[in-house]
């Protein structure tokens, strides 16, 4: 970045954030709109939730597959959320807000319908095993699209409170913009906070189905971060007498993901006390204290500092690694933002962290995810010259049912196209890939799902670093 001027960095940043918001309409189920910008793509799953007489249609599909998954969906709304509302001002400098809040409204229009009364929740449509046995354009599907649902019998804390975060937090993002809306969103979130604390217990015991693919840890951060979202939604005491008597503030966490939201409640809470708007106690610092260990391990001046890569990635988990680096990032971004308004600092075991520290350490995070690392390569698919060409994804990988509309069926789909050692016919612009191995290798190849396949919860907090530094 330092032989570009400021005005070309800027543009640099803004392409990719444009370049984000992409991906989400090539993740489209349903019904594509009139303004549909990638065209590749076509109508499909018009049928989901038919088996139990409820529209399902619409919301987007989970990853490089035609899953929809509620679990992690309801994190990348949560996430792309909070993008849009603390990074508002930034997005409409770069006329991205009105592209985000479109996204947004994509998934909570989807979950809005999920949640059609109190108490009954669909988590998911599609049969995970069935739908990774094929290769199809999500336009051809052929597998079956059993619909899943958790309620009072059947309970998923988990899933009703990160749904509830996604609500409440969406809620926030829209209620300058579509008071109707935001009101609507407001008592979904209500009600499945209630039903959450009410019926205890993680999803994948009601929605086995889902187990084998995004197991929840457990409920109780998700219910501390629905808790947070409804209190910065709401302003009610309520909220804030549960986080003050939660018997666990998740203490100190080593990611920030769909699977563990302890962080997000954490920062949130931080961000209450350093704001001085709320009675500070005990309970309040533990959650600020817990927020910032994890910057400070991001940051190497901490006791239990992040692994960092040769070429300075941050490094956690072997898996879809960028998914953590990006939410880190974000986490960075607005911790950033809520020092600099407070005019204070972090304390660390290994010394102190200004606001301009974290923001440097996102920066150079988005740095490398967008080419500068050994391998010269941008990890946001369509974005600079090299950047991956086969990302593990069905669409992208089979010829678009606009240019050749005779169906790929189950099977011809992995020998035509998966096997192929073509690039992909489609750019799956925006998309941010698993990305490198702990040793900053990367290559490219469509069979390795651990690497290659991206997913919207790796993109939605993104979207906010990249506006944040844009």
Known sequence: MSSMTLGAVSRHYGEALTKSLFYFEAQRSGKLPSNQRVNWRGDSALRDGSDAHVDLTGGYYDAGDNMKFGFPLAFTTTMLAWSSVEMASQLKAHKEHKNVLAALKWATDYLIKAHPEPNVLYGQVGDGNSDHACWMR??????????????????????????????????????????????????????????????????????????????????????????????????????LNYLNEASNTGGSRTVFAWGDKFVGAQVLMAKLSLEGKVNINKKMEEYKSMAEQFICNCAQKGSNNVKITQGGLLWFLPWNNLQYTTAASFVLSAYSKYLKAANASIKCHGGSLQASDLRNLARAQVDYILGSNPKNMSYMVGFGTNYPKRPHHRGASIVSIKKNRTAVECNAGFNDWYHSPAPNPNVLTGALVGGPDENDAFGDERTDFQHSEPVPATVAPFVGVLAAIA
Do not use: C
């Open 138 to 239: 999500p336009e051809d599907m052929t597998t079956p699209r059993p619909s899943y649902r958790i309620d009072a019998q059947h309970p998923g804390a988990d899933l009703a409170g990160e749904t509830a975060a996604a609500m409440a937090a969406a809620s926030v993002a829209f209620a300058p913009y579509n008071a109707a809306y935001a009101k609507k969103l407001i008592s979904h979130a209500k009600d499945l906070f209630e039903f959450a604390k009410a019926h205890p217990g993680v999803y994948q015991s009601s929605i086995s189905n889902a187990g084998g693919f995004y197991a929840s840890s457990g409920y109780e951060d998700e219910l501390l971060w629905a808790a947070a979202w409804l209190h910065r939604a709401t302003k009610k005491q309520i909220y």
